[in-house]
């Protein structure tokens, strides 16, 4: 036993504690047996007559069944999207528009009990961070987006907004009614009508939101959603009708997109995967540093595509932070999402957790140092221990590909120069974290991270003014802030120099 | 007897130098003979462009801006040989007077293009934005010399380094150009200059995993191929208009960068 862990252990850690159950009631929320899809303002059976099982992935329990779109069916999503663009939503006064999605923002916030209970439902994420994340920034981003509905021609001088017609969207199951918040928000206040394609395993929310639409009144067709695995996505993709496509997700399958929208002069925004690097220097302080690193890999789960995955901790202090940092990692609860002392849920599904099963084995095989705590798991339900790598080089599997789990993967560094070229030594570049209490430091640092959003004292905060989106292969385009609203645009220039 | 005069030498403008391909091979163009490059010459402008993004980049945006402008001003004290090369005097005063406009924005496209940004929590949070990097551009085919210089500037100007597919059929006026970028004290490598075939090199330019955007305005192969292979590494694919000139053309080739931290005592 470490110095630190006897000192500790005669005080009453959290790890001593034992708390009794919270969990968040269920009777707030209910579900359709079945769900079809939301076509043209109503749930409609799928041409196919397919349906599939939508589970609670901490009890493996089904929750509900969703219709799998077709291409019949994203062609008439498609279609109903095209002629509300055409036939009254690019009719109606931008301020009027605007009012449509500030209703939307209320209603989220007077439901987002309920919300939060199915986001946590369906996806695994621990109740207070769908009640305290997910579900306020969900409403924050469309409270936002309303108010640029009528003042577009001031975010962009000398260019004549316009919207582009049919967005259609792809999004992940990390983050499912946020990340539909950031897809419909800026789409519909820019003018655009959109078919949006939940993830195949986190549809329930994406589902309960149509009724967020009928309250609100929008018109029908304005908003279409087409569930589904990734048979949908890729027809949407495909579909002529579409003007843009705006996915969120794998580096993979964004890679797939792009080749076959190839030629086609459609317009593309990718927010793809990401293997952060957080740096901690010496100076930094390190109780706040290592709740930062806590934060930053096992908030939901590490199912973040921003995740601090990689740690960079100054060698002068690497024993202090290790040490901290196991004995935080002990403190963390791991259990039922609805319990409301839950800090670690379900992982969201069987297939991805195979695959942190799968790589954090090639951790082990590559000459990693696994560290996972004594933690009790449920014995149904799809769970992974919280689980720190030392001793990683960056060669290895842990630390150059996209884990999207709670695992964290440490290295080491001496001089800033070897912590901004290991940081910046992968393919991706969507986040970075830096601890120090230097600020000249802090802003060296964050100049040179190649990173979309550098973090400093701090990590995963997120904010519907503040653009989001990733350098190299972590994709291109921005989410969030003025920024936001260009992938949604048409920009002709009023009086482009020369031509 | 009147006197021979002496022709110039027309080749690649690599990592600040000018090389003849390493092929050894030409082709001629408007009765000269110009390199054609090769692959092997296209992964050396590569690499020169790499090594050369932290000087130019790195360089204050007053110093960028001077530079730029003083390539206008050995543009100007070329006007007649450019005239020879192109479609004459009015593009090459178009050209000179695009880098002067160019110039201006170095230091001034950030405050227009970046935000700070009033987040719902105690933290500052601003928005800047930076150079995307090396930048493979295909110039036009004509006009041979303002259609690259309307295409290369708002890519150099915002600190990316370039990689340039001359005009195939014009490539003259590059080479001229690249003389005037040489001794305009831009880093060795922040422009690279290639003449040749462009079958022979669009495909590697596109698909090369160390080019971060791509402007295939002047492609005149395979558009699709091109895209599809720039998907390869997620570059930035831009269909650059030769006759555009504006800011957001600088932003097309710029990343946005958000920093946050906290506020407090």
């Given at each position: 036993m470490t110095d630190l862990e006897r000192r500790q252990d005669r005080s009453p850690v959290p790890s001593g504690w034992d708390y009794a159950p919270a969990p968040e009631a269920r009777d707030i929320l209910t579900l359709e047996e079945r769900y079809g899809l939301f076509i043209g303002g109503e749930l409609v059976e799928p041409g196919s007559g397919e349906y599939f099982p939508t589970i609670d992935p901490s009890s493996e329990e089904p929750l509900a069944e969703v219709a799998q779109a077709g291409k019949e069916d994203v062609d008439l999503a498609v279609r109903a999207a095209r002629d509300a663009?055409?036939?009254?939503?690019?009719?109606?006064?931008?301020?009027?528009?605007?009012k449509y999605l500030y209703r939307i923002a209320r209603i989220l916030q007077e439901r987002s009990r309920e919300f939060a209970v199915l986001e946590s439902l369906n996806g695994g994420k621990p109740i207070k961070e769908s009640r305290d994340v997910d579900l306020p920034l969900s409403a924050?981003?469309?409270?936002?987006?309303?108010?640029?509905?009528?003042?577009?021609?001031y975010a962009f001088p000398n260019r004549r907004p316009k919207a582009?017609?049919?967005?259609?969207?792809?999004?992940?199951?990390?983050?499912?009614?946020?990340?539909?918040?950031?897809?419909?928000?800026?789409?519909?206040a820019a003018g655009n009508t959109v078919v949006l394609k939940p993830a195949e395993t986190t549809p329930l929310t994406a589902l309960l939101f149509t009724d967020v639409l009928r309250q609100a009144e929008l018109p029908p067709g304005v908003v279409n959603i087409v569930t589904g695995d990734g048979r949908a996505g890729a027809e949407l993709v495909k579909h002529e009708g579409v003007d843009k496509i705006a996915f969120t997700g794998s580096t993979e399958v964004g890679k797939a997109i792009q080749r076959e929208l190839a030629g086609t002069g459609k317009k593309l925004t990718l927010e793809l995967g990401g293997k952060a690097a957080n740096i901690v220097f010496d100076d930094a302080a390190l109780d706040q540093a290592v709740e930062g690193i806590i934060n930053g890999i096992y908030f939901n789960q590490?199912?973040?595509?921003c995740a601090g995955s990689r740690l960079l901790v100054q060698e002068s202090i690497y024993e202090p932070v290790i040490e901290k940092l196991k004995l935080r990692v002990k403190t963390l609860r791991v259990g039922d999402p609805l319990d409301k002392n839950t800090d670690v849920g379900a992982i969201n599904s069987k297939q991805?957790?195979?695959k942190i099963r799968h790589l954090v084995k090639s951790g082990e095989e590559e000459g990693a140092e696994i560290y996972q705590p004594p933690c009790r798991l449920p014995d149904k339900g799809y769970w992974f221990v919280p689980t720190v790598f030392t001793n990683v080089a960056q060669s290895y599997r842990i630390a150059q590909e996209e884990i999207f789990g709670p695992v964290l993967s440490v290295l080491t560094f001496r001089t800033p120069d070897e912590a901004v070229e290991k940081a910046n030594n992968t393919p991706y570049g969507l986040s970075a974290g830096v601890w120090t209490e230097k600020g000249s430091r802090i802003l060296?640092?964050?100049?040179?991270?190649?990173?979309?959003?550098?973090?400093?004292?701090?990590?995963n905060r997120f904010d519907p003014t503040s653009p989001f989106g990733g350098y190299k292969e972590s994709g291109f385009g921005r989410e969030g802030g003025l920024h936001g609203l260009e992938s949604y645009l048409d920009l002709d220039e009023s009086e482009a120099r020369g031509g | 007897m009147s006197r021979l005069p002496v022709r110039k030498t027309y080749k690649l403008f690599v990592g600040g130098e000018f090389p003849r391909s390493e092929s050894g091979r030409t082709y001629e163009a408007r009765g000269q003979n110009v390199a054609r490059a090769s692959r092997k010459d296209l992964r050396d402008a590569v690499r020169a462009a790499r090594g050369a993004l932290g000087k130019w980049s790195g360089m204050t945006a007053y110093n960028r801006g001077q530079v730029l402008y003083r390539i206008a001003e050995m543009m100007e004290a070329r006007a007649a040989e450019f005239a020879e090369l192109s479609s004459g005097r009015a593009?090459?005063?178009?050209?000179i007077d695009r880098w002067v406009w160019y110039a201006g924005w170095a230091d001034k496209y950030a405050q227009v293009l970046g935000s700070s940004n009033p987040v719902a929590a105690p933290y500052f949070n601003f928005t800047v934005p930076e150079p995307t990097g090396v930048v493979g551009v295909m110039a036009p085919e004509r006009p041979a010399l303002d259609g690259?210089?309307?295409?290369?500037?708002?890519?150099?100007?915002?600190?990316?380094?370039?990689?340039?597919?001359?005009?195939?059929p014009e490539p003259l006026a590059s080479i001229e150009l690249a003389e005037a970028i040489a001794t305009a004290d831009v880093p060795g490598g922040a422009v690279n200059i290639l003449t040749g075939y462009r079958s022979e090199l669009a495909p590697w330019l596109a698909g090369h995993m160390d080019v971060n955007a791509l402007d295939v305005g002047g492609a005149d192969g395979d558009l699709p191929e091109l895209e599809r292979l720039a998907a390869e590494n997620v570059k930035r694919v831009v269909r650059g208009h030769p006759d555009r000139q504006s800011p957001y053309e600088i932003a097309n080739f710029l990343e946005l960068k958000t920093v946050w931290h906290p506020i407090g005592v």
């Open positions: 663009f055409e036939n009254g939503w690019s009719d109606i006064s931008p301020a009027e528009r605007a924050a981003h469309f409270f936002y987006y309303a108010g640029w509905a009528d003042k577009l021609e582009i017609g049919v967005a259609g969207q792809i999004i992940p199951w990390n983050f499912p009614l946020l990340m539909l918040a950031w897809k419909i928000a800026p789409a519909l590490g199912h973040v595509c991805q957790l195979e060296s640092m964050a100049q040179k991270l190649k990173a979309g959003v550098v973090w400093a004292n701090t990590y | 593009e090459v005063e178009t050209a690259l210089v309307a295409r290369l500037a708002p890519v150099i100007v915002g600190g990316n380094t370039a990689v340039v597919l001359a005009s195939e």
